[in-house]
């Protein structure tokens, strides 16, 4: 990825493919909109990761969901 231009529809699609990738059950507490286009750098570094791997064990994808919390912004 590394030349996607920093949009809200660029971040929205890799936070989607990431859910999907993980197959996250409770995708809607991960919003796309609860992410901060100050964050675009942090998503893609992730996002790229991600979507270079087959297969991932628990601990990886507890820690990639650990991950995209700390990068969400605080919602009330």
């Given at each position: 990825m590394g030349t996607q231009e920093k949009s809200r529809e660029?971040?929205?699609a890799m936070i989607e493919e990431i859910k999907t990738k993980l197959r996250i059950v409770n995708g809607g507490a991960m919003?796309?909109?609860h992410y901060s286009l100050d964050r675009f750098d942090d998503v893609e570094e992730l996002h790229s990761m991600v979507m270079k791997k087959s297969n991932?064990?628990?601990s990886e994808m507890d820690a990639i969901v650990s991950e995209l919390g700390s990068l969400r912004d605080r919602v009330e």
């Amino acid at each position: 990825m590394g030349t996607q231009e920093k949009s809200r529809e660029n971040l929205n699609a890799m936070i989607e493919e990431i859910k999907t990738k993980l197959r996250i059950v409770n995708g809607g507490a991960m919003k796309a909109d609860h992410y901060s286009l100050d964050r675009f750098d942090d998503v893609e570094e992730l996002h790229s990761m991600v979507m270079k791997k087959s297969n991932f064990s628990v601990s990886e994808m507890d820690a990639i969901v650990s991950e995209l919390g700390s990068l969400r912004d605080r919602v009330e």
